[in-house]
């Protein structure tokens, strides 16, 4: 089991800078590096304050410059946003920045709201089309000249410049539906899923589509797979201490399904949570419920549990940190991780 770290600048109100925001961020990712965490994941939102991302790139090349070995995973760009020219150059960039530790996801698009802002309103739905176009383009422009005939892009001979310092870059596809998944088989690429606020069952469903995906390709190579989580972890000490952590992932997918409803006009960037008064009726987002579906809990309830998806057949975990909490908060869970989760699975 490796473990990675996703990670984004996320800022709920105007008392705390952008500037310190990022040294937070920084600060988290070196953290992540000495405790031996394989990469750091950075993905792409746009015009949203609680999720500061509006290109992953540059702060990745950043990154490459503070730190040694950790990977570096654009986690993820968003397809329909991106030239496959520009995606490639981009991405090859920062895989000589980083001297070969790129990772590079991609996803088809979640929110209306970007939609809407950065595709003419294009439904968030087909963005689908658009992640299966620009991986085979991408790959192409890695290896050399090539020219695009596609339903989305066209575009005559082109390459990427720069190459990447190796032939081609992992590349990860955000699955959830039998059809991505497959998609990913055929492309021989890995695979990166968010169970969100449902339970462990959902992992093993997501698992097991990944299983089917291969099971129909024979021969293919079987992808690795990465759950991403929102994690907490509270000293023993503390038997109360799961409580902040349901609390703050709570507040987070409430803000979530605010952007994501697109029904309110933000404000300079900011959109107040929905209230919980709208979610009676969601036992999912109940604190109790997210006790047991996000990764909250002492050091020895995680490591059963992240056993449990090894043994399931998951290759990474992903400690998502983004949740509203302080950055000492954060920090302070991120370190108790790393000193009593980690070493469980150090052979």
């Not at 759950?227 to 201490?241: A, K």
Request: charged share 25%.
């Amino acid at each position: 089991m490796r473990f990675s770290l996703f990670v984004h600048m996320e800022r709920w109100d105007e008392s705390v800078s952008h500037r310190e925001l990022f040294e937070n961020l920084v600060e988290l990712s070196l953290l992540a590096e000495a405790g031996g965490f394989s990469t750091i994941w950075i993905g792409e939102h746009h015009a949203m304050e609680f999720t500061v991302s509006p290109s992953p790139m540059p702060t990745l090349s950043y990154l490459a410059a503070r730190t040694e070995k950790i990977h570096l995973g654009a986690g993820t760009i968003i397809a329909p946003f991106w030239n496959p020219v520009r995606a490639a150059g981009e991405a090859a960039l920062v895989d000589v920045i980083s001297n070969g530790r790129l990772e590079l996801g991609i996803a088809r698009g979640a929110y209306q709201f970007e939609f809407d802002r950065l595709a003419g309103g294009m439904s968030a739905t087909e963005g689908g089309a658009s992640m299966r176009e620009i991986i085979p383009a991408i790959r192409e422009l890695w290896k050399g000249d090539y020219a695009h005939d596609g339903e989305v892009w066209k575009f005559p001979t082109s390459t990427s410049v720069p190459k990447p310092v190796n032939s081609a870059p992992p590349i990860w596809v955000a699955a959830r539906s039998p059809e991505s998944h497959e998609y990913a088989v055929e492309q021989g690429c890995n695979v990166m899923v968010t169970p969100l606020m449902k339970d462990d069952g959902e992992v093993q469903d997501l698992v097991d589509k990944r299983d089917a995906a291969v099971a129909k390709h024979p021969g293919a190579a079987t992808p690795e797979l990465m759950v991403l989580r929102h994690t907490f972890v509270h000293p023993e000490s503390e038997p109360d201490g799961w409580r902040v952590g349901a609390e703050a992932v709570s507040r987070y997918y409430r803000t979530f399904g605010a952007w994501a409803s697109n029904k309110t006009t933000p404000t300079d960037g900011f959109l107040e949570p929905s209230p919980l008064e709208s979610v009676a009726d969601k036992p999912e987002f109940a604190v109790e419920s997210l006790h047991k579906s996000a990764m909250i809990g002492t050091p020895a309830e995680v490591v059963e549990r992240i056993k449990g998806y090894a043994d399931m057949g998951v290759d990474e975990f992903s400690y998502w940190i983004d949740n509203g909490m302080t950055h000492e908060q954060k920090k302070r869970s991120l370190q108790l991780f790393i000193d009593e989760v980690v070493p469980s699975f150090v052979s």
